[in-house]
């Protein structure tokens, strides 16, 4: 080959990468000026402060919001690192989020590419090149997906993502048996470690067995042998080691942490809230310009029964009966579409979720799609389409693909802060308690509590069922307009209701009832919740400063604690010392307060 030949060809196998590059920089180039928002809080300084790489490690090995729920350290760590280095500049993180996306996208790519030309080896001309990077652009740019690479904290998605793809691709090629199998078990367990939806990959790596198997048979029909080759079967004997390993983790991070409270549905709430789920996700992967929404209200009347949420039903009997029948018949399509359904099972309320009143979250989509857009060749090649048809589904995904940029565009905006991305929700979904109730805590993080105290009214207007965070939030706004007597019921009524908060939230909650209660005047309370603070969370910052202002000028023992963590906490107790001097001058000056006094 010559330098020129050479060169065109590097150039023209070059183009899908950057033509990618484009699409996720028009479409999300945007939230490179978004903040943290969210959930962003906790893990860049609001529950949890990294200043080291020995700090950053035990933060990332620690039970995600302290609950027996989430073991996620390589994309905690990676979180943690970014911080450490760009001193808490949120710009880094969302680039890195961008750049994830980026090879997300080209992984779609490949991985439909080669499916492709193993479906058409002896007639590829018969289907467009292009088809694989049309697939890629649709998942780089497709709105529903927009929460992933937009959001600091939905970096759990993407590196799992990222993970699971990667793995497909290795499937792939042509390595010796145990080289692959090591590879995928590799990726597997570095997969789970990013988020729990990796499980789902043996199950996808044995469909893409079947479907890599049908595209070489006259009819393509699906054989179940296989998927259960000398080849296959090694890889999933090594995935079953690494899975072990990664349980075994699991299980010494998790223990001891709070047991999760998600309620006891009825059996017809809990099939009716799995169908929803279900037609939900099939709506937003088909149609996303429509209802998407950082919120994705539940809402279970009194007297719900199966005829409450038939349209549900209806969708989803639909779906799996002809997926069914498509599986039955040996079909490819039934598999494709079978393994994009188990992609969903860990997020199909088949076990009590920990999302709240949400019945589905979009970044869940992320890697379901990325595997539907990436095995579809050898679905579509089955397809026999006129030139006419061809160019009016090629119209239409072109038409798709520049309709979403702008809506992605616009999600971006509403990403920047928590009042737009929190006003955007209301304005979507106004019956979800937990979009205003975030919106009061916004509205409280920009001081602006008259706001706060009206969205608040709205909830008690609408009769809406509260957690106990919202109590926490309106005594935090009473405290900081100075109203005492008005916190201090508030912070009762969410102590009332404490046994479903993790330790650091309800370490938090004593500690703001331990202030209030001084400022109050009331001393022995004020010692017993500082020492149920500390109790709860040795490394709850607020608290420890209490404690360095309640024994100001005594030689407190603070031994116990992490130096480091003193140290920070050290401004809190000048500001301690400030707020009791001014409320409760003598009994500060008494040391009434310090409970080692």
Same mark, same amino acid.
């Given at each position: 080959m010559g330098s020129d030949a050479a060169y065109r060809w590097y150039w023209r196998n070059s183009v899908p990468y950057f033509v990618i590059a484009l699409l996720v920089t028009v479409a999300y180039g945007g939230a490179l000026r978004n903040g943290y928002v969210w959930d962003d809080s906790y893990f860049f300084g609001n529950y949890v402060w990294v200043h080291d790489l020995k700090s950053a490690v035990k933060a990332a090995f620690d039970p995600l919001f302290g609950q027996r729920s989430y073991v996620r350290p390589i994309p905690l760590l990676m979180l943690y690192a970014e911080a450490i280095a760009s001193g808490r500049n949120p710009a880094v993180a969302h680039a890195v989020n961008l750049v994830l996306h980026w090879g997300c996208s080209v992984l779609v790519f490949v991985i439909a590419r080669r499916a492709l030309t193993r479906s058409t080896p002896d007639h590829a001309t018969a289907y467009p090149g292009y088809m694989p990077l049309l697939l890629a652009s649709v998942f780089a740019v497709h709105p529903a997906l927009s929460e992933a690479p937009i959001w600091i904290s939905s970096r759990f998605d993407l590196m799992a993502t990222l993970c699971f793809l990667s793995a497909l691709w290795i499937a792939e090629l042509s390595l010796r048996d145990t080289p692959r199998a090591l590879a995928l078990a590799a990726l597997y367990f570095v997969g789970a470690l990013c988020k729990e939806s990796m499980a789902v990959f043996p199950f996808v790596l044995g469909t893409l067995a079947l479907l890599r198997g049908s595209s070489g048979r006259e009819g393509h029909r699906i054989e179940i042998r296989d998927a259960f080759s000398a080849r296959e079967l090694k890889a999933y004997s090594a995935l079953f080691v690494a899975g072990l390993a990664y349980l075994l983790i699991r299980h010494q991070v998790l223990a001891g942490t709070d047991l999760l409270n998600l309620g006891n549905p009825s059996t017809t709430e809990w099939l009716s809230r799995v169908t929803t789920a279900v037609a939900r996700y099939l709506q937003l992967t088909v149609l996303p310009f429509i209802g998407s929404s950082p919120h994705h209200t539940w809402v279970w009347p009194v007297d719900g029964s199966l005829a409450t949420y038939w349209p549900a039903h209806a969708v989803t009997l639909a779906f799996l009966g002809i997926t069914a029948s498509l599986v039955i018949a040996r079909r490819p399509t039934g598999w494709w579409l079978l393994a994009w359904l188990v992609a969903y099972l860990p997020v199909l309320h088949l076990v009590p979720l920990p999302i709240g009143q949400n019945v589905i979250h979009q970044r869940f989509m992320y890697l379901p799609t990325a595997m539907l857009l990436a095995l579809a060749p050898f679905v579509?090649?089955?397809?026999?389409?006129?030139?006419?048809? #061809?160019?009016?589904?090629?119209? &239409?995904?072109?038409?798709?693909?520049? /309709?979403?940029?702008?809506? $992605?565009?616009?999600?971006?905006?509403?990403?920047?802060?928590?009042?737009?991305?929190? /006003?955007?929700?209301?304005?979507? @979904?106004?019956?979800?308690?937990?979009? #205003?109730?975030?919106?009061?805590?916004?509205? &409280? =993080?920009?001081?602006?509590?008259?706001?706060? =105290? $009206?969205? %608040?009214?709205?909830?008690?207007?609408?009769?809406?069922?509260?957690?106990?965070?919202?109590?926490?939030?309106?005594?935090?706004?009473?405290?900081?307009?100075?109203?005492?007597?008005?916190?201090? *019921?508030?912070?009762?009524?969410?102590?009332?209701?404490?046994?479903?908060?993790?330790?650091? %939230?309800?370490?938090?909650?004593?500690?703001?009832?331990?202030?209030?209660?001084?400022?109050?005047? @009331?001393?022995?309370?004020?010692?017993?919740?500082?020492?149920?603070?500390?109790?709860? @969370?040795?490394? @709850?910052?607020?608290?420890?400063? *209490?404690?360095?202002?309640?024994?100001?000028?005594? $030689?407190?023992?603070?031994?116990? %604690?992490?130096?480091?963590?003193?140290?920070?906490? #050290?401004?809190?107790?000048?500001?301690?010392?400030?707020?009791?001097?001014?409320?409760?001058?003598?009994?500060?000056?008494?040391?009434? %307060?310090?409970?080692?006094?």
């Open positions: 579509l090649v089955r397809l026999r389409l006129t030139p006419i048809a #061809r160019k009016i589904v090629i119209g &239409l995904m072109l038409l798709a693909i520049l /309709t979403s940029i702008p809506i $992605d565009r616009s999600i971006a905006r509403v990403w920047r802060s928590d009042l737009a991305l929190w /006003t955007w929700a209301v304005r979507t @979904n106004p019956d979800s308690v937990e979009a #205003r109730e975030n919106m009061v805590w916004a509205y &409280l =993080e920009a001081d602006m509590y008259k706001e706060a =105290e $009206d969205e %608040f009214k709205q909830i008690v207007a609408r009769k809406m069922s509260t957690s106990t965070h919202l109590a926490v939030n309106m005594g935090t706004a009473m405290y900081r307009q100075g109203e005492f007597e008005g916190a201090m *019921h508030y912070y009762r009524k969410a102590e009332a209701h404490q046994e479903g908060l993790s330790k650091s %939230f309800r370490s938090r909650l004593l500690a703001n009832l331990g202030i209030t209660s001084a400022i109050l005047g @009331n001393a022995s309370d004020a010692r017993t919740y500082l020492l149920k603070a500390l109790q709860e @969370n040795p490394r @709850n910052q607020t608290a420890i400063g *209490h404690l360095l202002g309640y024994c100001e000028g005594t $030689d407190v023992d603070t031994s116990a %604690f992490d130096p480091e963590d003193v140290e920070r906490a #050290r401004p809190s107790g000048r500001e301690t010392v400030s707020l009791i001097i001014k409320h409760q001058p003598s009994l500060q000056s008494e040391r009434a %307060f310090c409970p080692d006094h």
